[in-house]
């Protein structure tokens, strides 16, 4: 973190009331400074922002809070212009090759450590929490289960349904959803966006059956790369990502809202590294150097293998780039 003298007088934009917001996981009212970041990612705010670390769990928090308007108005920005449609999604069974193809990407995910879908076993009924365009949906379809998809974003629901995707625009909040109505709820690299997380899964928890799971993927703030980047670690992700954890915040979130923690894993994506790598050879916070949208580069396929061995050693021991976290709603008692 910085002197608070610096933080003191870095401009924020946002509503001085959501400065003492009380820490969603412990109630604590006390977050102590811990970094001034500027938007590295999409170019799409000019002004730093306070990363601040409560006093009472260590949840590292945007504070204060940016309005939801401008923060929206910021998605459109920083998360557009989107391209057309490529055609009708794929829904049908996947014929005896495509399993064998699916079976050799799944593979080459493991060793190159992607924080996908495929890592995790999925079941049943299952939602897609901030679906985008519906390359999940998509994927669980051609597997055979019945998934839907729920965004925000009207532009990439649009372009989902153009694709003969079954995807909702909304939030958690604003859909009408039977209660255990779903086997798993997923929420891929979208709790650290959620400015209300406890209500969220407690929402979800309402949503899925006895025995269901939520399955989420969210960076790691403990993890390695971001000891080794800092400041220009890929995934500050300012003003976008509003809460960032570590193991002990996200088991405790898990708890707190009802679930049981099933799974606890890190994977090291190589192209998050590489996403770092370059901010951080860029000097990016220092020099506000951004990467584009659609800049999303990776190692050649040699560098990757090379850094395997060791990513998946950090992914072992718990240090690894990104969270693979898995709850379970306890089954009910009768079972």
Not at 127 to 153: C, T, W, Y
Not at 165 to 185: A, K, M, Q, R, Y
Request: glycine share 10%; hydrophobic share 40%.
């Amino acid at each position: 973190g910085m002197a608070t003298s610096v933080l003191e007088e870095a401009p924020v934009f946002a509503h001085a009331e959501t400065n003492d917001l009380p820490c969603p996981i412990c109630g604590e009212r006390r977050f102590e400074p811990y970094a001034v970041l500027r938007d590295n990612r999409t170019g799409a705010f000019d002004q730093p922002f306070r990363v601040a670390r409560c006093s009472g769990c260590g949840l590292v928090a945007l504070r204060p809070q940016p309005d939801q308007d401008e923060l929206f108005a910021g998605y459109e920005r920083g998360y557009g212009p989107y391209p057309p449609p490529r055609g009708r999604a794929e829904i049908g069974r996947l014929g005896r090759q495509e399993v064998w193809k699916r079976r050799l990407k799944h593979a080459w995910h493991v060793l190159d450590g992607n924080g996908t879908i495929d890592r995790v076993a999925v079941t049943g009924r299952v939602l897609d929490v901030g679906s985008g365009k519906g390359d999940n949906v998509e994927f669980l379809l051609r597997q055979g289960l019945d998934a839907v998809g729920i965004d925000p974003n009207p532009r990439v629901v649009e372009l989902g349904q153009a694709r003969g995707l079954p995807i909702v625009h909304g939030t958690l909040e604003t859909i009408e959803v039977v209660p255990e109505s779903f086997d798993t709820v997923i929420l891929s690299q979208v709790i650290e966006h959620l400015i209300e997380p406890v209500a969220s899964l407690r929402t979800i928890h309402r949503l899925l059956r006895p025995g269901g799971r939520v399955v989420m993927l969210t960076p790691n703030i403990e993890g390695l790369p971001n000891r080794f980047f800092g400041d220009d670690w890929g995934h500050w992700h300012l003003p976008y990502h509003v809460y960032l954890y570590g193991p002990r915040q996200l088991r405790r979130l898990l708890q707190m809202t009802g679930f049981r923690v099933e799974r606890l894993s890190t994977v090291t994506p190589a192209y998050w590294l590489h996403m770092s790598l370059t901010l951080w050879r860029h000097k990016s916070q220092a020099t506000g150097w951004s990467l584009e949208s659609g800049g999303r580069h990776n190692f050649h396929p040699a560098v990757r293998l090379a850094l395997a061995p060791v990513a998946r050693a950090v992914d072992i021991v718990g240090r690894g780039d990104c969270h693979i976290a898995v709850g379970q709603k306890p089954p009910a008692a009768d079972d």
